[in-house]
């Protein structure tokens, strides 16, 4: 049985390929392989020995080799709050936490194999089914592909947004993506920008004019997936708007997702409807706000998606 569980895999691999933490995979590397080893050239040749040759999550990051400063970092860039008094036991338990939250799967997805399927962008790749436990588990709607495929989708776009990180080319060059801005259900401003290089634009803006941080809903009730009658993969999603220590609002998004015959049989991301509520431009607080992550049930324009078909394998997926 392999020592680690799939968020475990998942949230290593997210650690050291992140800016925090850059620079630690290849010590840890030397360290756990005693330096019996070539030394890896790569974040990813270091990682795979990493993996190999530790006993648990909590023995890597506990390594000298990463610092107090590269958790906490790490933990700043995810937007996860710690106390003033933290110490570096008190940080590992802060990101184990936050990567359980994040990309836990199913209850039954134990053994710690990481399967992938279904190319996304940026190398985001869709966990196959577990097929003991698609077995066992299958009337369970939370653990059918077509919502593993969405949540790994909807974790990786939401990651690279807010960290400023999605290139024109995760989008096909004709894509649509439509934003409405609302006050109490009543459309404040709407835009529509076509063409990747818009919609990219338009998504750096959240970051650089509007200086949005949007906090993903990755559970069951905020993000899943569906199948509309063209055969187009749709994700569903929701979560708040959060601007730096202040709630602002929620949102809605709807992803169209298509495979590009021309680049690899990769997803691409062909349309975006996205919806901001009770996010007034014009403001920088509202204090009236309940800060309950939203649900998709309770979306008007996702409600009437939910309908839509949910396959229960990963053959009936694009």
């Known amino acids: 049985m392999n020592k680690f569980a799939n968020w475990e895999r998942l949230g290593l691999i997210n650690f050291f390929n992140s800016e925090a933490a850059a620079d630690t995979a290849i010590p840890v590397a030397k360290i756990v392989s005693k330096n019996m080893l070539q030394t890896p050239q790569t974040n990813s040749e270091a990682i795979d020995v990493i993996l190999l040759h530790s006993s648990s999550t909590e023995s890597i990051l506990n390594r000298k080799s990463i610092r107090k400063g590269n958790l906490f970092r790490y933990l700043h860039s995810k937007k996860q709050s710690v106390t003033s008094e933290f110490t570096k036991q008190l940080l590992i338990e802060k990101i184990l936490q936050y990567w359980k939250q994040l990309y836990y799967l199913s209850d039954d997805d134990d053994d710690g194999?990481?399967?992938?399927?279904?190319?996304?962008?940026?190398?985001?790749q869709v966990p196959a089914s577990n097929h003991n436990s698609i077995a066992t588990n299958d009337h369970h709607p939370e653990h059918f592909p077509i919502n593993q495929m969405a949540r790994t989708f909807a974790t990786w776009f939401y990651e690279n947004l807010n960290s400023n990180r999605l290139q024109a080319n995760d989008f096909f060059c004709d894509c649509k993506c439509t934003v409405r801005f609302?006050?109490?259900?009543?459309?404040l401003m709407e835009e529509e920008h076509l063409s990747a290089q818009n919609v990219l634009e338009f998504c750096q803006s959240l970051l650089s004019?509007?200086?949005?941080?949007?906090n993903l809903n990755i559970s069951h009730s905020g993000t899943q997936g569906r199948i509309?009658?063209?055969?187009?993969?749709?994700?569903?999603?929701?979560?708040?708007?959060?601007?730096v220590d202040q709630f602002v609002g929620t949102f809605e998004a709807i992803f169209g997702l298509s495979r590009d015959p021309f680049s690899q049989n990769n997803w691409k991301i062909n349309q975006l409807n996205l919806r901001l509520h009770n996010f007034n431009t014009q403001q920088s607080q509202n204090t009236s706000l309940s800060i309950e992550q939203p649900t998709l049930i309770t979306s008007n324009a996702i409600v009437p998606l939910l309908s839509l078909s949910m396959p229960k394998g990963d053959d009936e997926i694009g």
């Open 182 to 187: 609302l006050e109490n259900q009543q459309i």
């Open 228 to 243: 509309d009658c063209h055969g187009l993969v749709l994700v569903l999603t929701c979560g708040s708007l959060h601007k």
């Open 209 to 214: 004019k509007y200086n949005l941080y949007l």
């Open 113 to 124: 194999t990481v399967n992938t399927k279904n190319e996304l962008p940026q190398d985001v």
